[in-house]
């Protein structure tokens, strides 16, 4: 069975965006491979340096997140990166075989310093994450991983890597770990914006309760051109039918559909149809909502699913650390 | 008992100059101060990374050298950088709180990507490898460390590290490490340049043989003006007087200052000084090469030294990283 490996960075918890980029793919995953889910709680500093309290607390959220969504932690191995310390010193190893131009010219590193307008104000931590990352996937010889399209370029940097110590030692110790994409995947947020996040305050969260949930999308963003429900308005880059595009089951489609023609000859209002999109919303977080109260009820599990997934892949990684250094004729 | 701590990096054996701008330092250091002494095996990776191999090679060598000259493996703890995974988690953690910048500002840094020429190609583990130093100077909280002018910027860099963790932690973790300055300490190489190294090839190693000190000793710069014996010379700058006047006994002083004054009138020649430089050369070695004699009949010894020593900063290391970890809330 090929391993899977996957993960969250712990700087919040996670959203329906989260869920159709990368949960939904997961859960159907986790039967077909060997999955391992990391929490990236070193990497949540270079967001969370001034506050690294907060990390521990994403850490658990993030980790109910994965299980209330249906990942069964039977088949999946999840972890935290800071309990496996030989991650850092493959790192270490790894950052003396990339140049430091090759990771200055990583093109998801320039757009996130110039999405959140860094400037030149980020740490050498936020240079090194990508390597940190490579490490993440290597240190149990991930093959497959699933990632974003804003992943790729760091996959392609774990690859090079893998490549160039594979040749210094003449070996195949590492695998070419190849990208699986899910399907689109990235969702609108519920103010219109393309970009989602904490920060924008325009998510719906997994754990949202239905009050919360029908507050978000009563206040949710539909055609700025539409004054009166008799106004005809336009469904395209509509969050509300997107929304129901993404999340309705089947037997509602019908009903989507007739919205939508209504919908765009003023023929029902705002509210009608975002009291329909709340009901579709809080049907499909049901589930959710109650897996996770499941969880939450026993902290004693938590911490041993991430106990024993920590236990398990540290033998992994300082399996693979000594062969990388056997072959390397570190070993002493 | 305060903690030093100092190492070396194993890229080569250690020479004369090393004796002279570090180990007397630590011979003197040694029961004064709790010492360990690290062999920084991946840093060593910046200048070896395609032939890793001989770092292990290295490695045995510098750790020979050290005893050789009579550091105390019971009371000196001796550890190998890579033995200790924590030292790289320390590392990715400090990275987070370095910025990219102040990396790059680094003056040693600067001058070592002048001075060897690497304009911009060097590894990402070149720019990190001050980050690493602290964390081997901070895992087991060193509060003094011996080093020469070109350490103390990454000595700067660990003191600032220190303190923003303090403040950041509200507590008092971390020391903030001295720097502890030898007698001079840097010895010009045997064919006048100021700078001494391998690639120089203008070393004595404190491992030569009689034989290779008397070939060394007898091709060495001295005063390129003066032609025969009967020319006056010049004493000052004259490596074979620096050599002299920095490794000869108490007892062969007023010898010297005989030479040097023969020498100055064009009264002695060349060979002559050498001559009696090598006496003073192989008498000055002749101790250290039967204590080196003796470790090397024993490799269990020498490897138990190290495994001891591992063993010991390993639990260290691990206390500090927990330490620091549940001060900082990422303790999960």
């Known amino acids: 069975m090929k391993r899977v490996l996957t ?21 159907k995953l986790q039967n077909e491979y060997e999955m391992f889910i990391l929490f990236a709680d070193t990497h949540a500093l270079t967001t969370l340096s001034s506050t690294p309290k907060m990390i521990a607390e994403y850490t658990k959220e993030v980790l109910l997140d994965n299980l209330s969504v249906g990942l069964d932690p039977k088949s999946v191995t999840f972890f935290v990166e800071s309990a496996i310390p030989e991650i850092y010193e493959l790192a270490a190893i790894f950052s003396m075989y990339v140049s430091h131009n090759r990771a200055l010219r990583n093109p998801t590193i320039k757009d996130e310093i110039k999405s959140k307008g860094l400037g030149d104000q980020y740490s050498l931590g936020f240079i090194n994450y990508p390597i940190f990352q490579a490490a993440d996937i290597l240190c149990v010889k991930g093959q497959v991983v699933p990632v974003g399209r804003d992943q790729e370029a760091h996959l392609e940097q774990t690859r090079e890597i893998a490549r160039e110590l594979n040749k210094l030692t003449n070996s195949d110790i590492f695998p070419e770990p190849q990208a699986l994409a899910g399907r689109v995947g990235k969702l609108i947020g519920t103010d219109g914006n393309p970009k989602m996040g904490k920060s924008l305050n325009n998510t719906i969260y997994l754990s949202d309760s239905k ?36 999340f309705a089951a089947e037997k509602d489609k019908r009903q989507i559909e007739e919205y939508k023609n209504k919908y765009k000859k003023g023929e029902v209002g705002d509210v ?14 049901e589930p959710i909502r109650q897996r996770r109260a499941e969880y939450e009820k026993k902290p004693d599990l938590l911490q041993s699913i991430l106990d024993k997934g920590n236990v398990r892949v540290r033998e992994d990684a300082a399996r693979t650390l000594n062969e990388l250094k056997q072959k390397m004729g570190l070993d002493l």
């Open 7 to 27: 993960g969250d960075t712990p700087t919040g918890k996670l959203h329906l965006g989260h869920y159709v980029g990368t949960l939904e793919n997961r859960i």
């Open 211 to 246: 009050d919360e949930v029908e507050k978000r999308v009563m206040n949710m963003y539909t055609d700025p051109k539409r004054i009166h429900p008799s106004d005809p308005g336009t469904v395209e880059g509509n969050p509300v039918f997107i929304y129901l595009d993404t």
């Open 272 to 285: 009608e149809v975002k009291k329909f999109l709340t009901g579709i919303l809080n049907e499909f977080l």
